[in-house]
């Protein structure tokens, strides 16, 4: 069985005296891949900055497994949180993930972008500032930023926003090979990207649901959204959420 990468228990958190998630528990597990879904507000970003050590939560606590863990989490922020105009390269952003370790010389770091320039494909615009890239490109990027360190956990907030369906294939392709060594969590409204990847599904409304697998049906999805929902299949999985909420 696999081990237990980080345990939450009976977790509440929020701002100041907005509580915004009430009594979450999940545990998370070597080579999981956990897709987390829910509306907008319902705290899943709130989750995640407790993941990272960003937020602490009212009640409740956290545990990792080892500090290596806590102190190496691959994190893949959303691309409306990037700066554009911050004047740094692509090499150097994806070096910038190697911020803090110490264990590693000069070459050998270089030795770590450089093969996750090739891996990426990116290799004709390594030179380039952020600021120039397209979605795709700027995907491929924050990824390799994020497991340049080779993490043992790693955190995608929204990963499929602003970028092109073709593009989402080789992505989710490409996490698929990194699952085989690293556990992943991902965020995304995208519903039907999240069912036909990942390996287990989380709801988070306030509350969190955890479903182990991911053959669930519109009926589960209502009750944890709170609101109706309508559902494409391509094939045997739901593939769309059509109506707003």
């Keep these: 069985m696999d081990k237990t990468l980080i345990e939450i228990q009976d977790i509440s958190a929020g701002y100041e005296n907005n509580i915004v998630l009430k009594n979450v528990s999940l545990s998370v597990y070597e080579h999981d891949f956990l897709g987390i879904i829910g509306p907008n507000g319902g705290g899943k970003t709130t989750l995640i900055k407790i993941i990272l050590s960003l937020l602490k939560p009212f009640t409740g606590k956290i545990t990792f497994l080892g500090d290596r863990l806590k102190q190496n989490i691959g ?22 993930g190697l911020m803090g370790v110490k264990n590693l010389t000069s070459q050998e770091k270089r030795d770590k972008v450089n ?15 952020i600021g120039t890239l397209s979605g795709g490109q700027m995907q491929r990027v924050l990824l390799a930023r994020a497991i340049v360190n080779n993490p043992a956990l790693l955190l995608l907030d929204e990963p499929n926003s602003y970028v092109d369906k073709r593009f989402e294939q080789y992505f ?18 995208d519903i039907g990207s999240v069912l036909s990847n990942v390996k287990n599904i989380a709801c988070v409304n306030g509350t969190l649901h955890y479903h182990p697998g991911t053959d669930i049906d519109g009926q589960w999805l209502e009750e944890q959204y709170s609101c109706p929902l309508d559902l494409i299949a391509h094939g045997e999985l739901p593939h769309r959420i059509l109506k707003k909420h």
């Design 75 to 96: 994190y893949m922020p959303q691309i409306n949180h990037i700066d554009r105009k911050f004047p740094i390269l692509v090499s150097e952003a994806i070096s910038s």
């Design 172 to 189: 989710y392709e490409h996490l698929r090979k990194i699952n085989n060594n690293t556990a992943i969590v991902l965020v995304s409204h």
């Design 115 to 129: 093969t996750l320039i090739k891996q990426m494909g990116i290799e004709d615009i390594a030179t380039f500032p």
